[in-house]
């Protein structure tokens, strides 16, 4: 049996003692005067007896004189007094039997002289564990085993689990105690290992009998045959793990009858088969064994057929079968699209082989990924025509072959797109009619380019002082006002406008009027309705006869179309747009200019010209904003499209030197899109590579935002292109270099086969560089509208780390608007929440593919919504116009202007924010509710945490501070703050705070401790409010140390107030457990606390809720021990991390009101802990860990 070594005790009092492996230290109190109290025994051992199990103690007798002595054993986990003895004074050992295996004591032994007893001696001891019983190990494939057991009786700390092979050791790993099996991976394919499986409780370990186990063998993963009349290829395939021990064979089965074997080697890659019989099906199959165990491949079948059945594929070689079944028909091969308006055609090749007929099917394709079937068809043909189709409507084919033995082929899937209509001009056509009276306007009317010409998208009014056309000159679209009256070209563009007849659910009108000559175009060279020459003759009565109709086709307008660029356009653009051909009578209008150019302005409508801005800012309340939209969207949206123009030119003037410098053209994606040279942002330049300070990218101050996400810097976005390939390097050193700390990203990386945007994260946990930088996929998470991904960045050269995250919304298309509003409203909201909780002011990065109309849209409902809350009126008009003064096109088409208003109708529809609906939940349906809230990716709570924030801000808003209180002093929820003395000259930030949490006549009270604290304001705290149970958090930002806070064995604590004595070290549920003694200095009472410390963690990352929850149910028990039913106080403790304490503050609660009410109230916990100390306020990600803690702990029944 071991023994304990007994060591001299120095002059202090000290209770327990730690064991190793069966031995343990003795600390002994040093004897007293003597003739005051007996002396205690001296050379306190202990040790275990194995045969029969028993602990046993020894100790020496003491100097003097003696009654006896008094043996008091405890149990450690929780702590309990097990046994008192009392014995006679000569005895000098004792023997404890049938104690619980696996557990740690404490011995005491005092000395007993008449009623008076000596201080005692004490030791701790452990017994061992039992081993764990029916040890048994599988194979789980050639690299893994899997080993099991069932827990035998008493207690244990973990299992340790040992893999031997040949006699040498080859892993050694721990296992939780609650663990009754493992697997074992990495290890070597048909490989005999043993196995041990060891119970360990402190420092003692029992061990079962070894168990053995074999790995599979490895097999070919895959078999891959081609076949040529009666000889077959065999193409094995492996992975490319160690090869490890066994014997395989390759063998041919007909009607299940084996009929040949062949011995492979291991990781053989070539088998020929000759000779075999036409007309046949073999299988195949490899069968592979080691020691007791085999495994076979799946038989892939041979269907051994004369030449003429199987001919050789193009070129010569043989026709690949599939792997796994070689019977099936080889799939439809170069597979080609051609497409028109109505139709596709399809072309392929059919494979060689014994095939019937192919299988075509095509789905429309809708906004969102849905698809609806419009075709099917077989044909035994390689072509088919796909009549009866939607123009300019992407659709997905599907060919699939059908073998004459039945079995279908692998099948070939491809996008393609029908072509927009194509657009005639009509032979007889209306001429369009000036309207002198409005100052030379030109009447549209949506049907003079009849029906068949297709949707039009803009419409283009060309001027021409030549008499002799018929029709204008196809380039005449390239010519501006400029070239016309500065260079001397006769016809020109004069204006491009949006097709105010477009089809929708509203009245269509049925004319539109537009100006002519009404705009002051200065030098610009762009698209300008500039006022036409004077001193020309033109005959009126002729002048139907030259107003007719030219139609080109031309692409869709994206901005401003400088004349260097507009041919390549019209080339290569599809039919969006015709043109008119208008000759003015410039005597009649020279003569109505000279009676004043007043006059003539205010001959036409204000609303129709675009640099007629009447004032910048109109405002709506939101009272009136319902019947603003509903007047603005009457008549086709007319007023929308009115507006639109006026915004068309806003900042169209300012200078885009830089972006139009040769060395830069190739960094823009689009030349139209380039970025202001006053608003630019300016990376930092390379050494010796001018110009290397572009990026195609602006800054956009939007300086309501600021307020809203908790940050005062003035460039609050950055509104940029997708990266090209060339400037990836560029886009993340504009990340860096200005501290992005969120990327919002609004288009996907291509669409309809052009590609809109560069991939320019990591795809998986490999990371990517581009220049000194270092970027590492950390997360993802992908909902059903949008994506979030984290990554850190790290420069090579500054030597530091960021992180960055990324939110992707991926179903806006390129030039379009979302399907319905409340998706984006919501990913806004999700942005700005990410903003309010991210450190660091640098500003949010938003692209999409050009960086101005999905962007644009983005910023802009981002500035309005702020806007709507805090002014309860939102300004459209003058946000546009803001955006487009710091970057160009911002809002590029009508739809967004359109759906932009939308939005704030939709935000301003949905009403007030009302608490009621944050109602407590039962317990019985807390599992609907929680998805309820996590559907359409976390809506519901996102919507609820909203209306956290508001009752907070309400909160507030309404509350007055009482006289001298101090306003960084925060109030607790029940308005009863701890009082205790603070240092009058420390800054309120190192002061610490504490608050009281009333558990109610069953509840736990709740003390809460923060700031930088000392021992002194602790223990007090823990005495004055009678706390028996003690709770230590830490972040891992700050680690206390210990003897601040703790007493050691031979070190207590003392205050004025209190001493503090260590005790024991004990566990608790599982958690380690430290007791100690606190002894009030003046009525000398004594109390006994149990500590627990709480794991650290990271800031901004959770503890797992298999972590956190256990934890709590171990508190929980410490506070429930005692005769009262109402539990024992607690007090946690905090120096840092606030979020966290609240966070553990918040689950203790809820678990309370789980268990007394069987009702759950996650807002209001949290809205009284945030009234009670604004830091305590969770993130909106910590809110919903509540919901998902909360969910875990009622599904396991931890309440």
């Given at each position: 049996m071991d023994t304990l070594e007994n060591k001299d005790s120095e002059a202090w009092e000290r209770l327990g003692m730690e064991l190793g492996a069966g031995r343990s230290r003795v600390n002994q109190t040093p004897p007293l005067e003597p003739g005051c109290v007996p002396v205690p025994p001296a050379n306190l051992n202990l040790g275990f007896a194995a045969q029969p199990p028993a602990l046993r103690a020894s100790w020496s007798p003491p100097p003097g004189g003696r009654d006896g002595f008094r043996l008091r054993l405890y149990s450690l986990g929780p702590l309990a007094l097990k046994s008192e003895e009392t014995l006679a004074p000569e005895a000098q050992n004792f023997s404890w039997a049938q104690l619980s295996p696996g557990s740690k004591f404490l011995v005491q032994v005092a000395t007993l002289h008449g009623p008076e007893e000596s201080s005692s001696a004490n030791a701790t001891a452990w017994t061992p564990p039992l081993a764990p019983l029916l040890v048994n190990v599988t194979s789980e494939g050639p690299t893994k085993l899997q080993a099991s057991w069932v827990h035998a009786s008493g207690n244990w700390d973990s299992y340790q689990v040992t893999v031997c092979q040949g006699g040498t050791r080859v892993a050694t790993g721990f296992v939780g105690a609650e663990v009754n099996s493992t697997s074992l991976s990495s290890l070597t394919p048909g490989t005999k290992y043993e196995v041990e499986i060891a119970s360990r409780a402190g420092p003692l370990r029992t061990a079962a009998a070894n168990v053995s186990g074999w790995t599979s063998p490895l097999m070919p993963s895959e078999l891959l045959v081609s076949m040529q009349a009666g000889s077959a290829v065999v193409n094995l395939a492996w992975v490319s793990s160690p090869l490890g021990q066994g014997t395989c064979h390759a063998q041919l089965s007909e009607a299940g009858h084996l009929s040949w074997k062949e011995p492979l080697e291991l990781g053989q890659a070539h088998l020929m088969l000759r000779g075999l019989t036409p007309g046949r099906n073999l299988s195949l199959s490899v069968l592979c064994q080691a020691g007791p165990l085999q495994a076979s491949t799946h038989p892939v079948v041979l269907p051994v057929a004369p030449p003429r059945c199987h001919p050789l594929g193009r070129h010569g070689h043989p026709h690949n079968a599939e792997p796994l079944v070689p019977t099936e028909p080889g799939p439809v091969e170069d597979v080609r699209c051609q497409t028109e308006a109505a139709h596709l055609v399809l072309n392929w090749t059919v494979p060689a082989g014994d095939v019937d007929a192919c299988l075509v099917v095509a789905e429309q394709l809708a906004a969102g990924g849905s698809a609806h079937l419009v075709f099917q068809a077989n044909t035994s043909e390689d072509a088919l025509l796909l009549p009866c189709l939607e123009p300019a409507t992407s659709y997905r084919l599907s060919l699939t072959m059908l073998g004459r033995n039945g079995l279908w082929s692998r099948t070939v899937t491809l996008v393609c797109a029908t072509s927009a209509e194509v657009w005639h001009p009509p032979e007889l056509a209306v001429a369009p009619k000036l309207e002198p009276e409005s100052g030379m306007g030109v009447k549209i009317t949506p049907g003079m380019f009849g029906k068949d010409d297709g949707q039009i998208q803009w419409y283009g009014v060309i001027a021409t002082t030549n008499m002799s056309l018929a029709r204008p000159p196809q380039e005449a679209i390239n010519h501006t006002?400029?070239?016309?009256?500065?260079?001397?070209?006769?016809?020109?563009?004069?204006?491009?406008?949006?097709?105010?007849?477009?089809?929708?659910?509203?009245?269509?009108?049925?004319?539109?009027?537009?100006?002519?000559?009404?705009?002051?175009?200065?030098?610009?060279?762009?698209?300008?309705?500039?006022?036409?020459?004077?001193?020309?003759?033109?005959?009126?009565?002729?002048?139907?006869?030259?107003?007719?109709?030219?139609?080109?086709?031309?692409?869709?307008?994206?901005?401003?179309?400088?004349?260097?660029?507009?041919?390549?356009?019209?080339?290569?653009?599809?039919?969006?747009?015709?043109?008119?051909?208008?000759?003015?009578?410039?005597?009649?209008?020279?003569?109505?200019?000279?009676?004043?150019?007043?006059?003539?302005?205010?001959?036409?409508?204000?609303?129709?010209?675009?640099?007629?801005?009447?004032?910048?800012?109109?405002?709506?309340?939101?009272?009136?904003?319902?019947?603003?939209?509903?007047?603005?969207?009457?008549?086709?949206?007319?007023?929308?499209?009115?507006?639109?123009?006026?915004?068309?030119?806003?900042?169209?003037?300012?200078?885009?030197?830089?972006?139009?410098?040769?060395?830069?053209?190739?960094?823009?994606?689009?030349?139209?899109?380039?970025?202001?040279?006053?608003?630019?942002?300016?990376?930092?330049?390379?050494?010796?590579?001018?110009?290397?300070?572009?990026?195609?990218?602006?800054?956009?101050?939007?300086r309501t935002i600021c307020r809203a996400i908790g940050y005062t810097h003035p460039q609050e976005f950055i509104a940029t292109q997708g990266p090209l390939k060339k400037t990836l390097e560029d886009f993340w050193r504009l990340v860096w270099e200005q501290h992005v700390h969120i990327i919002v990203m609004l288009?996907?990386?291509?669409?309809?086969?052009?590609?809109?945007?560069?991939?320019?994260?990591?795809?998986?946990?490999?990371?990517?560089?581009?220049?000194?930088?270092?970027?590492?996929?950390?997360?993802?998470?992908?909902?059903?509208?949008?994506?979030?991904?984290?990554?850190?960045?790290?420069?090579?050269?500054?030597?530091k780390q960021r992180r960055v995250k990324q939110m992707q919304f991926t179903t806006w298309p390129d030039h379009s608007i979302p399907e319905a509003p409340g998706s984006l409203l919501t990913f806004v909201e999700l942005v700005r929440e990410q903003a309010r909780v991210t450190q660091g002011t640098g500003p949010i990065l938003v692209h999409c593919s050009a960086g101005v109309g999905r962007t644009g849209t983005f910023v802009a409902l981002s500035r309005l919504l702020q806007q709507l809350e805090e002014e309860q009126m939102v300004d459209v008009f003058n946000a546009v116009y803001a955006l487009r003064l710091h970057r160009p096109l911002m809002i590029q088409t009508p739809s967004q202007y359109i759906f932009l208003h939308s939005c704030i109708m939709d935000r301003i529809l949905e009403g007030p924010s009302d608490t009621s609906e944050c109602r407590p939940i039962s317990v019985r349906n807390f599992a609907q509710a929680f998805a309820r809230r996590a559907a359409n990716g976390n809506a519901g709570f996102l919507k609820e945490y909203q209306l956290l924030l508001q009752a907070i801000k309400d909160e507030a808003s309404s509350s007055t501070s009482p006289p001298g209180y101090q306003q960084d002093s925060t109030v607790s929820y029940d308005r009863s703050q701890v009082q205790f003395s603070l240092v009058e000259e420390s800054p309120s930030d190192d002061m610490p705070e504490a608050w009281l949490f009333p558990g109610g006549p069953s509840g736990c009270d709740h003390v809460v401790l923060t700031g930088p604290a000392g021992p002194e304001e602790l223990w007090d705290l823990v005495w004055e409010h009678g706390a028996l149970v003690l709770v230590s958090l830490c972040s891992s930002e700050t680690q206390e140390k210990p003897q601040e806070f703790w007493p050691l064995e031979n070190q207590p604590i003392i205050t004025e107030m209190v001493t503090v004595h260590w005790v024991a070290e004990s566990n608790t549920a599982g958690w380690p457990c430290t007791l100690f003694r606190v002894t009030h200095g003046e009525s000398r009472k004594e109390r006994q606390v149990q500590q627990l410390q709480l794991p650290c963690w990271e800031p901004g990352h959770e503890l797992p809720a298999t972590t956190l929850l256990p934890f709590l149910a171990a508190v929980g028990q410490c506070c429930s021990r005692g005769k009262s039913k109402k539990p024992s106080t607690l007090l946690s403790h905090s120096s840092k991390g606030m979020t966290q304490l609240g966070i553990f503050l918040a689950m203790e609660q809820l678990l309370q009101q789980a268990e007394a009410e069987s009702t759950v109230d996650v807002f209001n916990v949290a809205l009284q802990q945030s009234q009670a100390c604004g830091l305590m306020t969770p993130t909106l990600e910590q809110y919903i860990y509540l919901y998902n803690c909360l969910n875990s702990a009622l599904m396991n029944g931890m309440t």
């Open positions: 006002w400029y070239d016309h009256y500065y260079r001397g070209y006769d016809s020109y563009l004069a204006i491009l406008l949006p097709n105010p007849f477009y089809p929708g659910p509203w009245a269509v009108p049925s004319s539109w009027t537009v100006p002519m000559g009404t705009e002051d175009c200065g030098q610009t060279q762009e698209i300008c309705n500039g006022p036409l020459k004077p001193s020309f003759q033109y005959r009126v009565r002729k002048m139907e006869e030259w107003l007719e109709m030219a139609c080109f086709r031309t692409p869709e307008p994206r901005a401003s179309i400088s004349p260097m660029k507009v041919p390549l356009l019209v080339m290569v653009g599809t039919v969006v747009g015709c043109a008119l051909t208008t000759c003015a009578v410039l005597g009649l209008l020279c003569r109505r200019r000279a009676k004043g150019q007043r006059a003539e302005k205010d001959g036409f409508s204000h609303e129709l010209m675009p640099y007629s801005l009447r004032q910048t800012h109109r405002p709506i309340p939101i009272h009136s904003f319902r019947q603003s939209f509903e007047a603005k969207s009457a008549h086709a949206h007319e007023a929308f499209f009115q507006e639109f123009e006026e915004l068309k030119e806003v900042g169209r003037e300012q200078p885009r030197l830089e972006a139009e410098h040769p060395a830069n053209t190739t960094k823009n994606r689009y030349p139209h899109v380039l970025p202001y040279d006053h608003s630019r942002v300016r990376l930092t330049p390379l050494e010796g590579e001018p110009h290397s300070d572009y990026i195609n990218a602006n800054f956009i101050p939007v288009t996907v990386g291509m669409e309809n086969g052009r590609v809109l945007c560069e991939h320019y994260w990591p795809a998986n946990s490999s990371p990517v560089t581009h220049g000194h930088i270092t970027i590492h996929l950390l997360a993802e998470e992908s909902e059903h509208e949008w994506t979030k991904r984290e990554f850190q960045l790290q420069h090579e050269i500054q030597q």
